[in-house]
T-cell receptor
Framework: QKEVEQNSGPLSVPEGAIASLNCTYSDRGSQSFFWYRQYSGKSPELIMFIYSNGDKEDGRFTAQLNKASQYVSLLIRDSQPSDSATYLCAVNSGGTSYGKLTFGQGTILTVHP | SQTIHQWPATLVQPVGSPLSLECTVEGTSNPNLYWYRQAAGRGLQLLFYSVGIGQISSEVPQNLSASRPQDRQFILSSKKLLLSDSGFYLC?????????????FGSGTQLSVL
């Protein structure tokens, strides 16, 4: 059973702080990793993806991948109240190209003014 | 650009009634299409995926079925709904970018079975 684990939170950070969201996965064959943001009652929105070890930065977001530790994280710098949402980690395992992502349960992030 | 349409946005159905949710994609041909369900307090679960017309793969045995009658149309159905079928249903399609396959979701259908 391929699993993706996230701390469900809620994670609460003050406005302007760095929010750190973590995710671990069980399948060592996993090849690509995604972070989705989901506002309450809305569909998930892709915000970051990463497939190589190391860091990938896009604006205020940084994704970090460590395949040896089977760990992927998302850092949000200068957090804003509009970043308050559930963040879903998703993993695409090797051996198939059909986009069959395995999702974690999500981490609820609250950014308070 | 590619867009995905899903309807209805919300649906309240009695137990034992039938279900039909529809999803269409524009701006691409022969897309891989997916149905996911998000139950309250749970993560996204893949229900069905399709790589082409008439080709359906089921990931989880359940009370639901899927069909793909046209290239850019994907339908989720049930003959008799159960209480446990309640949830947020999401259609998705697979796109490519920077050499990585990515999944893009429709706006979802919130289904309540009463």
């Amino acid at each position: 059973q391929k699993e993706v684990e996230q701390n469900s939170g809620p994670l609460s950070v003050p406005e302007g702080a760095i929010a750190s969201l973590n995710c671990t996965y069980s399948d060592r064959g996993s090849q690509s990793f995604f972070w989705y943001r989901q506002y309450s009652g809305k569909s998930p929105e892709l915000i970051m993806f990463i497939y190589s070890n190391g860091d990938k930065e896009d604006g205020r977001f940084t994704a970090q991948l460590n395949k040896a530790s089977q760990y992927v994280s998302l850092l949000i710098r200068d957090s804003q109240p509009s970043d308050s949402a559930t963040y879903l980690c998703a993993v695409n395992s090797g051996g198939t190209s059909y986009g069959k992502l395995t999702f974690g349960q999500g981490t609820i992030l609250t950014v308070h003014p | 650009s590619q867009t995905i349409h899903q309807w209805p946005a919300t649906l309240v159905q009695p137990v034992g009634s039938p279900l039909s949710l529809e999803c269409t994609v524009e701006g691409t041909s022969n897309p891989n299409l997916y149905w996911y369900r998000q139950a309250a307090g749970r993560g996204l679960q893949l229900l069905f995926y399709s790589v082409g017309i008439g080709q359906i793969s089921s990931e989880v045995p359940q009370n639901l079925s899927a069909s793909r009658p046209q290239d850019r149309q994907f339908i989720l159905s049930s003959k008799k709904l159960l209480l446990s079928d309640s949830g947020f249903y999401l259609c998705a399609w697979k796109g490519m970018g920077t050499g990585v396959e990515k999944l893009f979701f429709g706006s979802g259908t919130q289904l309540s079975v009463l």
